[in-house]
């Protein structure tokens, strides 16, 4: 039996605006939009809106924008819209007041395969991890963050070149797919969620800290290739070279380099390369920025600065 949906959608960066757009084209009925409250950004502290209120307006769909998730104006305002389905894409921790108020329930689009990189930052740690392959998962909410049963994944494979630029604009346009089929199969009544089952090897996705972005060099080439490109080009890895700090965006890993010193110990001629010593051989630095200056190419930061071996 199909059943008529009135969805409230939940969201603020970029990330969620895709599934946003996917629910607007397909003709579903969303009541209203919940994002973070307007904040000044950039150097002129210019007040700035969210991505998902700035489509939301464009599409004229009431914005609500609560400093207070538990507040009774807020709830009273909620509760007036019907709403009998939440979608939470990129959004903060709802209380169960809100994630349990609608008939159909609450479900979230995470950028990993639960349970496996629950929390706040799958995709970063799926790439500094190793990892091969990702995805995405719907899931109903419930009390602990990101443990719901699950409804529907989809697997993206990790390619080498991928940083986590790369694959977060992959899974946010795979996520808004993946959302639409949730939608679908719930309006269909044909949804069999399944609990989560975790395991001694279950990994985690803790929030990302500037201290925890810096480089390692006792790792080993491979590990500190993949850090950096887990962590570019936002928030950047970062470490101290020449008493600089620099941010490191991409580097490749070097094998039987002949270099023996410790790790961390830098190589360079001063014009077209820059080695970085790790455990068990170095990496070639290839794109980085050093403070107060623009990102640029190894070669192009060389022409303007002599680092002292």
Avoid at 79 to 106: C, D, H, K, T
Avoid at 166 to 190: M, N, P
Avoid at 201 to 209: G, L, R
Wanted: glycine content about 6%.
């Amino acid at each position: 039996m199909k059943r008529e949906l009135r969805i409230v959608f939940m969201g603020t960066p970029d990330f969620a605006v895709p599934t946003l757009q996917t629910l607007v084209e397909h003709k579903y009925n969303v009541v209203a939009v919940i994002t973070a409250p307007d904040k000044p950004a950039g150097r002129g502290q210019k007040i700035h809106q969210s991505p998902v209120k700035e489509y939301a307006v464009s599409q004229n769909i009431p914005v609500l924008q609560p400093t207070n998730l538990k507040s009774d104006v807020f709830l009273e305002e909620l509760r007036s819209y019907n709403a009998n389905l939440q979608i939470i894409v990129a959004f903060r921790m709802l209380p169960e007041v809100v994630w349990a108020m609608p008939e159909l329930g609450s479900f979230n689009i995470h950028a990993s395969l639960l349970p496996q990189y629950r929390g706040a930052a799958p995709i970063n740690w799926a790439i500094i991890n190793g990892e091969k392959e990702t995805g995405v998962t719907s899931f109903f909410l419930q009390h602990e963050i990101d443990t719901g049963d699950l409804i529907f994944q989809e697997h993206v494979p990790i390619l080498e070149e991928d940083d986590f630029g790369s694959l977060y604009e992959k899974l946010k346009y795979t996520g808004a797919q993946l959302a639409l089929r949730t939608v679908q199969a719930i309006e269909q009544g044909d949804v069999k969620p399944q609990p989560q089952i975790t395991t001694a090897e279950t990994k985690h996705a803790p929030k990302i800290f500037k201290e925890t972005c810096q480089i390692n060099w006792n790792h080993t080439a491979e590990q500190v290739r993949n850090f950096i490109r887990g962590l570019s080009p936002y928030p950047a890895a970062w470490t101290r070279l020449d008493d600089k700090n620099f941010k490191v965006f991409k580097v490749e890993a070097l094998e039987n380099t002949g270099y023996t010193s410790e790790p961390g110990h830098i190589f360079t001629d001063n014009k077209t390369f820059l080695h970085v010593k790790t455990a068990d051989g170095a990496v070639s630095v290839l794109d980085l920025q050093m403070e107060g200056k623009k990102r640029m190419p190894i070669q192009d930061l060389l022409r303007g600065y002599t680092f002292k071996v």
